[in-house]
């Protein structure tokens, strides 16, 4: 089975810029949750998608936003880009809730 | 929020030790993992581990839930176990979300 996927690998965007991040998850595996990691913050979730719909959200501005396709697929959008927003920024797959999660190998943001 | 605490924060052995790395959480969890980071920042399932005990070759992990508590011993420690080691957790009302600890630094030495 193929892992999860995460396009683009790296990126280099400069402040004000809008930027979209996508994830493909592990075939079967329907729900998706993203994760951005930085050297100040460590690793802090982002939201989670189940069939297309967020089901849990963590404590970041509104220019992060996301969605899920009806194929699982995700994507996350960061919008009025700032330079705290250079990070890795990693998504996982997993079954449906409380499970194992598949981590994707991530991408780099950095933001001029 | 729960908090989770990860000891020791750096770690730097001889290739050959054994080492233990803890992971203590504040609150009852559903979900346990441990996961290794290597230097690309990739972040490897070890362990899904929400109670119990279970190995894998060199590594294996114990969590006592009563406790709140997680261990992860690394046995036999080879240069390629160096990266961060994160315990992550997820309670009953987090749907998808995981909450990290602050990671372990490991360093082996040959």
């Known amino acids: 089975k193929a892992g999860v996927t995460q396009t683009p690998r790296y990126l280099i965007k400069t402040r004000g810029q809008q930027v979209t991040l996508s994830c493909s998850p592990i075939?079967?595996?329907?729900?998706v949750s993203w994760y951005q990691q930085t050297p100040g913050q460590g690793l802090q979730f982002l939201f989670e998608y189940f069939s297309e719909t967020q089901r849990n959200k963590g404590n970041f501005p509104g220019r992060f936003s996301g969605r899920q396709f009806s194929n699982s697929r995700s994507e996350m959008n960061v919008s009025t880009l700032e330079l705290g927003d250079s990070a890795l920024y990693l998504c996982?797959?997993?079954?449906?809730?409380?499970?194992?999660?598949?981590f994707g190998p991530g991408t780099r943001l950095t933001v001029l | 929020g729960i908090q989770v605490e990860q000891s020791p924060p750096d770690l730097i052995l001889q290739e050959g030790a054994n080492s233990t790395l803890r992971c203590n959480f504040s609150d009852s969890v559903n979900n346990l993992q441990w996961f290794h980071q290597n230097p690309w920042g990739q972040l490897i399932n070890l362990f899904y581990?929400?109670?119990g005990t279970k190995q894998n070759g060199r590594l294996s992990a114990t969590t006592v839930a009563t406790e709140r508590y997680s261990l992860l011993y690394i046995s036999s420690s080879q240069t390629t176990d160096s990266g961060v080691y994160f315990c992550a957790v997820e309670t009953t009302d987090s749907w998808g979300k995981l909450q990290f600890g602050a990671g372990t630094q490991v360093v082996v030495t040959p």
């Open positions: 996982a797959s997993h079954l449906m809730g409380t499970d194992t999660q598949y």
């Open positions: 581990i929400p109670s």
């Open positions: 075939s079967g595996h329907r729900s």
